[in-house]
């Protein structure tokens, strides 16, 4: 079984819609960050956690919040969805001590219209 | 701020060797990691240098230079499944979180 996934996989979405990306692992791993990809622009940081009652910003939290629900999950919500929005979405995880290893889901492929 | 260069594109021919530059603009460099993805996949790790020199693992090996902030990722004996995208990742001293370049595509032909 994978240790970190993704749910759903592959989501289509009108603007304005409420959705939340789940992701659980089970690694075991303290450390949890969600991004965003766009083609040709890498990966960007939009909220990262150190434990169940840490939550940090990253580059591009405009537009999202996140909830970390236990040590193993990590979901990221878009509280009304607008499609430039429409990204591949990858949650990851790392130990305290590894964060320069990082652990990537599947992704989901979100697509606002 | 920090920001990350490296090339867009690289190509190469199956068995050869092919060098992915990237240079880096950070206050404060702690480590540089570089991650593959194949096909919009999930980004797998690599290797990571917090020192200067060259690591290697088996036909990658990555190289750092802290004084240029200058590092490479180093394929040797290339392989059609190698093609994907490489992508380097800086940590700041005092974060714990990775910013990673835009990434390079390598295309791997026969």
């Known amino acids: 079984d994978a240790d970190v996934t993704q749910t759903p996989r592959n989501r289509i979405t009108k603007t304005g819609k409420r959705i939340m990306l789940e992701c659980s692992q089970t690694?075991?791993?303290?450390?949890m960050y969600w991004y965003r990809q766009d083609p040709g622009l890498g990966l960007r940081l939009i909220y990262y956690?150190?434990?169940?009652?840490?939550?940090n910003k990253g580059e591009i939290s405009d537009g999202y919040s996140v909830s970390r629900q236990a040590q193993a999950k990590f979901s990221l919500s878009l509280e009304s969805a607008i499609p430039n929005q429409t990204a591949l979405y990858f949650c990851?995880?790392?130990?305290?001590?590894?964060?320069?290893?990082?652990?990537f889901g599947p992704g989901t492929r979100l697509l606002v219209l | 701020g920090q920001s990350l260069e490296q090339p867009s594109e690289v190509t190469a021919v199956e068995g050869a060797i092919v060098q992915i530059n990237c240079t880096y603009q950070?206050?404060?460099?702690?480590?540089l990691s570089w991650y593959q993805q194949h096909d919009g996949g999930a980004p797998t790790f690599l290797s990571y240098?917090?020192?200067?020199g060259l690591e290697e693992t088996g036909r990658f090996s990555s190289f750092l230079s802290r004084s240029d902030s200058y590092g490479y990722l180093l394929l040797q004996e290339l392989q059609m499944k190698d093609s994907a995208s490489y992508f380097c990742?800086?940590?700041?001293?005092?974060?714990?979180?990775?910013?990673f370049g835009k990434g390079t595509m390598l295309l791997v032909s026969p």
């Open positions: 990851a995880t790392s130990s305290s001590v590894g964060v320069e290893t990082q652990y």
């Open positions: 690694k075991g791993h303290d450390r």
């Open positions: 956690s150190f434990d169940v009652k840490d939550i």
């Open positions: 950070t206050s404060g460099f702690y480590g």
């Open positions: 240098n917090a020192l200067d």
């Open positions: 990742a800086v940590r700041q001293s005092g974060y714990s979180t990775l910013t």
